[in-house]
């Protein structure tokens, strides 16, 4: 009732013409749609003909034929039109036979034929005795409704039977007539009649009247876990209510309906949050009734101070509509209505009703057992359920708002040889409508439902039209055209085809092609309103007054809130024909709306010159929408106009001040006027810093210089802010030409100055060129300056409600030299500033001016920073600083829930999945599970940042980040997890209080809690279980979790990344030697080795191992053997074990043979290459090797002489030590190096280059072998 236009209907019909589906629920309907086929396994269409042949006068028979020809596996689409007209000749009166045929006609492009049969259905329903029958009539009263628009005589042929039918109901039940009340309020709301429209709403139970407090912050959906202040006191709401930080104090909203629909927005605050929803209801008689609530967003309901009913969809499917028993004492009650949602303006419709979905009334409340099925809805496909179950299901599914009801109603409906075009087509739509689908895999699977259909039923006309208009939706328009060639004269009384066609045509610009389409619509659905409204748009383009004025008054005559007439009147500038409108339509619309009225009244009277009209309607605009940037505007216009410049900079000024944190922006427009600019004190004259570095001794040798490097920043008491940078660059070179001949200004940045001034001192204004994103500085050359300064305005930051996050500013870089540096921020006494300092910053300057503090930080020629190889995050190092106020990492975690609370709805698809997954393991340990789900995610999803997407739809497409969708499948299997951001060892490490988002980058999971948790990433394919890798080890992370908090990564095992090496080695006299060489891997080295192997074809193994590593450990080597242990099990290490040969190993000197040492590990080139540092180093890939090389001769030859023992120690626990020792015949060469993953400071390098340095020394010995 009072259906929201962006919910249209769910049939192809109305789908084709609107792209959007209707409000929706699907019920348990296995046991009322049939006779034989609801016990034991259905019957196949072959049993059913076969039985229809035995039983030819038996109408169930005949029935259930027509069910299964039209709806079921292995149907014949030709039989269907024959067995439909048998099964009605023998039972007329079978509501379920009339809706099938209501359905076929609609499928066949013959929907005046189609609606006879749905109002048949309908009124049949209402005689039934049929537990179906509810059902059926409520499928019925929604195709009804879908094909308004559609058949031809709809509102004549609809209006009386319905209201026949809302009459005497029969035993339909509330669903079914609700929707039956909700097309005859249309009906009135068309025809204009508001008195019609409040009688329907009366008779259905609907609460029209509400009052509203909201929405509370700061959160958009946080808040729906909150007690805010209307539900924390029993009694009616309050007169104004604090809404939180940025929102202030708002008064409370009377409102009312569009039919049965309340928009609660409308207020002062066009946000998302949390809002309250007050309204009163009268029983009679006591009993038990049905409380129906239709919302997009999750609802609590409380009635009488206590919890009736919680609806969260941020993590259960949406379904908009659904019905509740509840018993009611006689008397008056009290519901509050708790919304939360991110769209500014939320609706809500609430009805109470009987049994017979009418309004209490004193005859009391009627049975309400018949419905019963209905209200107790539950998904599932039950054993044996019929075809006409299912897809009755899926039909009251979307009838109801509930698109994934509907997609699981027809899981099991749509085989891949065989299945029904009907199915299909609803399968289709469903596609392209499913929430918790890509987008674009919906309607990839849109077009294979379509096409199987198209091809199952050649005489369907809706997968042609829809197949058309998803080519064109991808840019093939063309295509689209060619395939609605003809379709117009096989479907003729399908008028979505020559509409589609028409915006085809008008989207090529192709007008008078579009006209005829157009036109042969209007002749299909004579006062229809969607060919007439795409009539309007045609006679527009081509400006055909006398065809817009006649369109107009159909228009209105069609539907009675359109306001074309006002349109036509004002632009023939006839004010009293405009105002006429105003007022009619005015009637139509509730109190929220008032704002766009008063809004073309504003336009009538502007038109008028009617100054005393505009003050007011502005005034009362401002009174309604006090956050509106636009009606300060247009009051500080007139005065402009007037010649007031004084009134017009009063009148932003008084905004400003009112709603500081929603008409920032009027500050730029009160500069523009003169107005008061609150940087005005803090600009720097570019002559002045020019002349004095000029005038200085300082030079520098890069091609260009930014000779100042300014920014003032003021920080408002709301936490937004005016910015103000200002740059002047002294060009040296020719190189930097480029870079500084172009200027792209920041967007909704105003520029205040951009020139180059050349060396004699002339200013040269830049060249802005329309259409051109950049703006040139002419004649730009080596010696010149450029100079920019603009200014940006900072809204409040969402995470930080109330308080402000400033960006870093940088003293120094390692590129370009800043010859004066300097950050100002003023902001109110009232603000606690934080100052967050980094490297050798800057001290604070502070003084205080009246009420602001301000803060400045200075350095004077800054050279560029040597970029040194290794370093840890510059942020951690060069000098900056940030300021913030009010910001927390607190907040900033709640900020990233309230981003995050509404990704993880769970989706039937996915639990099965889960199912699937772990298998018999489904009743194991929790670690068990946690491991197994892993394992899947990480083998079969693409990895990516992703991070706030929609879990189950990033789980569909096999693409997404898999830590958001491997914590969701945790969810979904009982598996306690947490999402936590981790900091890695090397970003900056500096203890702070204020936050910032660049620190923690990685997220993993907790799964488990305290010290028995296990932490896992899944960022690498071939790691096992509860892997983190190395630089996340022993590092902070934040848990995203209620209560947020701080939590430490574990630091592993010793020898977690281990690497053993085992050689063999034989040399023989002539210098030849062969090996055998075991190595193993764990932990990082053997993850990443398997991330090489992956790669590889199994084939290709030996030779790619030959060429790419033993050939590179040792000139000239043939691989002779390769064994890989462990490759699949990653639970385990990862073994290689090989052989390989080679004619000489070393080199011959002096008849000597000298052989290398093996696998060095060349600490010095990897964390030693320079001489000194002025940074702290990162090491950030470990080694922890374990060497052991057997050396034996052939020929008699001796062995070589054993290498002296070497132990080394070095900073951080890195160790050396290398040993030698004969036995058995064999030299024993012993190695171990261990160098962790740790920070090198500055003072620590020269003791650590020493260590490597010397660790490379001692494994450059060579071994000595004579002859």
């Known amino acids: 009732m009072g259906r929201p236009n962006h919910f249209a209907g769910s049939s192809a019909l109305a789908l084709t013409l609107a792209l959007s589906v209707a409000a929706v629920v699907s019920a348990p309907l296995s046991a009322a749609c049939g006779s034989t086929v609801n016990t034991g396994a259905r019957l196949t269409v072959e049993q059913l003909r076969d039985r229809a042949a035995d039983r030819p006068r038996d109408a169930d028979a005949q029935r259930e034929l027509a069910v299964g020809e039209m709806l079921m596996q292995g149907g014949d689409y030709d039989r269907v039109s024959g067995q439909l007209q048998l099964a009605r000749e023998l039972a007329p009166q079978d509501e379920r036979v009339l809706y099938l045929s209501g359905v076929f006609f609609e499928l066949a492009g013959h929907p005046g034929s189609a609606l006879n049969y749905y109002l048949d259905a309908l009124d049949a329903a209402t005689r039934s005795t049929l537990g179906v029958g509810p059902y059926v009539a409520e499928a019925a009263a929604e195709g009804v409704e879908d094909l308004e628009g559609v058949a031809p005589r709809w509102m004549e042929l609809t209006q009386e039977r319905l209201s026949q039918v809302a009459a005497n109901p029969g035993a339909i039940g509330p669903p079914a007539r609700y929707v039956v009340g909700r097309v005859l309020i249309e009906g009135a709301q068309r025809g204009g009649d508001a008195e019609e429209v409040a009688r329907l709403a009366a008779d259905h139970g609907c609460l029209t009247e509400m009052r509203s407090a909201g929405p509370f912050g700061p959160w958009a959906l946080l808040g729906f876990d909150e007690r805010f202040a209307p539900e924390r006191v029993d009694g009616p709401l309050a007169e104004a209510y604090e809404l939180g930080p940025t929102r202030g104090r708002r008064p409370t909203r009377d409102l009312g309906a569009r039919g049965c629909a309340v928009h609660l927005g409308g207020g002062p605050i066009a946000a998302g949050g949390t809002t309250y929803a007050e309204a009163f209801f009268r029983v009679p008689v006591a009993g038990d009734y049905v409380l129906r609530v239709e919302t997009p967003n999750s609802v609590e309901i409380l009635i009488d101070g206590e919890s009736a009913l919680r609806l969260d969809h941020r993590v259960d499917p949406l379904v908009r509509t659904t019905f509740h028993r509840r018993h009611f004492a006689a008397g008056n009650h009290r519901v509050l209505a708790k919304v939360t949602t991110r769209h500014p303006n939320p609706v809500l419709a609430i009805s109470v009703t009987d049994g017979r979905g009418r309004a209490p009334s004193s005859e009391g409340p009627a049975a309400i057992d018949h419905v019963n099925a209905a ?676 630091a592993g095992a010793a020898g977690a990344d281990q690497r053993s090496i085992e050689v063999d080695l034989t040399i023989a006299a002539d210098g030849s030697a062969t090996a055998t060489v075991v190595e193993t891997f764990r932990g990082a080295p053997a993850i990443a080795w398997r991330g090489d192997l992956e790669g590889i074809p199994r084939a290709m193994l030996e030779q790619r191992f030959e060429e790419g590593y033993v050939a590179r450990l040792v000139a000239g080597a043939r691989l002779t053997g390769l064994r890989v242990i462990g490759r699949e099990a990653l639970e385990r290490p990862l073994v290689f074990e090989y052989s390989f040969e080679v004619s000489e190993l070393g080199q011959r000197q002096g008849g000597r043979q000298r052989i290398p040492m093996l696998f060095p590990t060349l600490l010095g080139a990897s964390f030693a290459q320079v001489g000194e540092r002025t940074t702290t180093q990162l090491v950030g890939v470990g080694t922890d090797v374990q060497m052991q090389m057997r050396v034996h001769r052939t020929g008699g030859g001796a062995l070589p002489a054993a290498p002296s023992a070497v132990t080394l120690s070095g900073p951080g626990g890195s160790t050396f030590t290398a040993t030698a020792t004969e036995a058995d015949g064999a030299l024993v060469l012993d190695r171990e190096v261990h160098v962790p993953l740790m920070r090198i400071a500055p003072t620590d390098y020269p003791a650590f280059a020493s260590f490597c340095r010397s660790a490379d020394e001692a494994e450059a010995r060579e071994l000595v072998l004579a002859d």
């Open 375 to 1050: 209200l107790d809805f539950a998904i599932g496909r039950p054993v044996g359920g019929s075809a006409l179950a299912a897809y009755l299901r899926a039909v009251v599914s979307m009838s109801r708002g509930d698109v994934v009801g509907a997609r699981e109603a027809l899981r099991h409906e749509l085989p891949r040889r065989g299945a029904s075009p009907a199915m299909l087509q609803k399968a289709s739509v469903i596609a392209l409508l499913d929430p918790l689908l890509p987008s674009d895999v919906g309607r990839d699977r849109a077009r294979r439902y379509l096409r199987r259909a198209k091809g199952r039923d050649d005489g369907a006309w809706f997968p042609v039209v829809q197949l058309a208009k998803l080519d064109a939706a991808e840019g093939h328009v063309l295509s689209a055209l060619t395939a609605l060639e003809g379709a117009g004269e096989r479907w003729p009384e399908v008028v979505a085809i020559p509409l589609s066609r028409a915006e085809l045509l008008l989207s090529r610009g192709w007008d008078a092609q579009a006209a005829s389409e157009v036109a042969a619509a209007r002749e299909i659905v004579p006062g229809s309103c969607a060919p007439l409204r795409a009539a309007m748009s045609a006679a527009e383009r081509r400006l055909r007054q006398d065809e817009i004025t006649s369109l107009a008054d159909l228009l209105v005559r069609c539907d009675a809130r359109h306001t074309a007439r006002y349109t036509v009147a004002v632009r023939a500038r006839a004010w009293d024909e405009a105002n006429a409108e105003l007022d009619r339509i005015a009637l139509l619309e509730p109190p929220q709306s008032l704002f766009t009225t008063l809004a073309r009244r504003l336009a009538v009277a502007r038109g008028r010159n009617d100054t005393d009209a505009i003050e007011e309607l502005l005034g009362e605009m401002s009174s309604i929408s006090p956050r509106s940037i636009l009606t300060p505007i247009a009051q500080a216009d007139r005065q402009l106009a007037a010649g007031d410049i004084d009134a017009a900079r009063a009148v932003l000024t008084g905004a400003i001040e009112r709603e500081p944190s929603a008409l920032a922006d009027l500050r730029m427009l009160s500069r523009a006027i003169g107005g008061d600019f609150a940087l005005t004190p803090y600009r720097l004259d570019g002559a002045t810093v020019i002349r004095e570095f000029e005038g200085s001794d300082r030079s520098y040798d890069e091609p260009e210089v930014l000779v100042l490097d300014y920014t003032v920043v003021r920080v408002f008491e709301d936490g937004s802010s005016l910015e103000l940078t200002h740059n002047i660059w002294k060009v040296q070179a020719d190189e930097a030409l480029d870079s500084r001949g172009e200027f792209i200004p920041p967007p909704g940045s105003q520029v205040l100055t951009l020139h180059t001034i050349k060396a004699d001192g002339r200013r040269i204004e830049a060249d802005v060129i329309e259409g051109k994103e950049s703006i040139s500085l002419p004649q730009l050359e080596p010696g010149d300056y450029v100079e920019y300064e603009y200014v940006g305005i900072g809204e409040p930051a969402r995470a930080f409600p109330g308080g402000y996050l400033g960006n870093r500013f940088y003293f120094r870089g390692f590129e370009k030299a800043y010859d004066l540096s300097q950050l100002t921020v003023v902001l109110p006494v009232s603000m606690e500033p934080n100052i967050d300092p980094r490297g050798p910053a800057p001290e604070t300057e502070t003084s205080v001016d009246g009420d602001l503090r301000v803060l400045r930080w200075t350095v004077h020629e800054s050279r560029p920073l040597p970029a040194e190889p290794g370093a840890i995050a510059a942020t951690e190092y060069l000098p900056s600083i940030n300021v913030g106020s009010g910001a927390t990492w607190e907040l900033f975690i709640e900020s990233l829930r309230d981003a995050l609370v509404d990704q993880d709805v769970s989706d039937p698809g996915a639990r099965r999945l889960v199912v699937r997954v772990l298998g018999g393991s489904r009743r194991s340990r929790a670690r068990v599970r946690a491991a197994r789900l892993y394992r899947w995610v990480v083998d079969n999803v693409e990895d990516t940042n992703e991070v706030f997407g929609l879990a189950p739809a990033m789980l569909v497409q096999r693409t997404g980040n898999r830590a958001r969708i491997l914590h969701y499948l945790y969810g979904l299997a009982g598996v306690r997890s947490k999402l936590v951001l981790a900091r890695t060892l090397g970003a900056d490490a500096t203890e702070t209080d204020l936050p910032d988002p660049q620190t923690y980058q990685h997220l993993l999971l907790m799964v488990g809690d305290g010290e028995r948790a296990t932490f896992v990433s899944t960022s690498e394919r071939g790691a096992p279980f509860g892997y983190v890798p190395p630089m996340l080890r022993d590092q902070p992370a934040l848990v995203l979790g209620e209560g947020g908090g701080q939590v430490h990564v574990p």
